[in-house]
């Protein structure tokens, strides 16, 4: 993590010491930051396309009353990074009673600790949670989950002579018929070709259907998380991302490339070797650490503040995908309750409670859904089809219906947005508006 903050952090404070933030310094930044991406082990396209649209953004939008271009382009850069790493709202694991979570990766990734982590956290959280050993291909798997799974106090399911399958079934239904309402399975990473791994992860989803497929991510590893996350991501398709070993000189670039291969977004971040050394993931303050500037996020605040009031003819001139409809609904649900904002519009409809409620839960339904779309997928929409729908369902806990649903809301904003910008350019053409 080191190379890749500190390169940042010199990214950022050569914005701050630029006399005059142009078109011309602005590239220059973009170049300089590329190249601290590049050297962070993230890939040569998703640098592009993430200094491509830094650019067009900082040339196109419009300067909120009362700040620098200097503060816009930070803020774009940071909102850009969380983007990346999967937006501004929150998703837990959301896993519902009697959930199977099932860890894949590669051989001492922290596979087996983070299955104790896991059953820690939640355990902690008034869960009953159970483990299996999946592994028996390790000669030590067996014994190493059964004593960590006595340490945290989860119940464990694991025996010799079998293979992974078979375990894996057996696990779950054991556990189940214990009550357990979580069901952890642990699995080998090594096998003697790369095939034959995803072959074997693939059964074995195929087997216990997992409500959740986490891959454990070392954030040591570097340049090939991304080809790596992508290989295992078409074996079986990857719910969410553990990324370990954060607090060893890690400089996590690889993660962000597997993140936006795979749509997958990181849950949790492990940062030591203890069974409580798992943190939520944050992406807000891991950008605001990142750029070593904690100011950051009220700087962002402020500005969308009064960008707010200026934004419906931004969004006028401006592309509208559906990063930028996500873009929208965050900063919705982050202003609180639906009713308070449309105060804020002149003539806009009274809402009773339910609907409220209706709206907020709809905006967290669409905004997961949209946490598990790829940058591409986002960005151009049209490529979402049958089986991308399924896996952003897989991947959100929501339904294909639900995907659907939300993209056809898209496109109606979309259309209005359009007519709303052909009927203003006619009337100032007739000299009206
Ligand atoms: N420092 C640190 N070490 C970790 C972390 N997670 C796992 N490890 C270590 O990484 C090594 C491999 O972990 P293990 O869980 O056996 O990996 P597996 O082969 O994927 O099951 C062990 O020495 C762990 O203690 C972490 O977040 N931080
Ligand atoms: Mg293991």
Known sequence: MEGLRRGLARVVSLIRREALIDRRTIRRILRELQRELLKA?????LVLELSKRVEERALKEELPVGFSRR???????YEELVNLLGGESKRELGLKRGAVVLLVGLQGSGKTTTAAKLAYYYRKRGLKVGLVCADNYRPGALEQLEQLAKKVGA???GRRGASAIELAREGVKALKARGVDLVIIDTAGRHKEEKGLLKEMREIAEA???DEVILVLDATMGKRAGSHAEAFHKAVPLGSIILTKMDGA???????AAVAKTGARIAFIGVGEDVDELEPFDPPSFVSRLLGMGDLKALVERMRKVELRARPEALLRGKFTLLEFKQQLEELSKLGPLRKILELVPGAPQLTPELEKAGSENIKKWLAIMSSMTLEELTRPEIIDKSRM???????????KDV??????YRRTRKLLRRLSRSRRGLSALGLS
């Open 250 to 256: 890690a400089r996590g670039g690889g993660a962000l």
């Open 390 to 400: 399924l896996r952003i369902a897989k991947g959100s806990g929501t339904t294909v």
């Open 41 to 45: 082990d993230v890939s040569p396209e």
């Open 71 to 77: 503060e816009l382009l930070l803020k774009i850069l």
């Open 404 to 409: 659907r649903e939300l993209l056809a809301v």
């Open 155 to 157: 119940e464990f399911y």
């Open 208 to 210: 216990v259907k997992p």
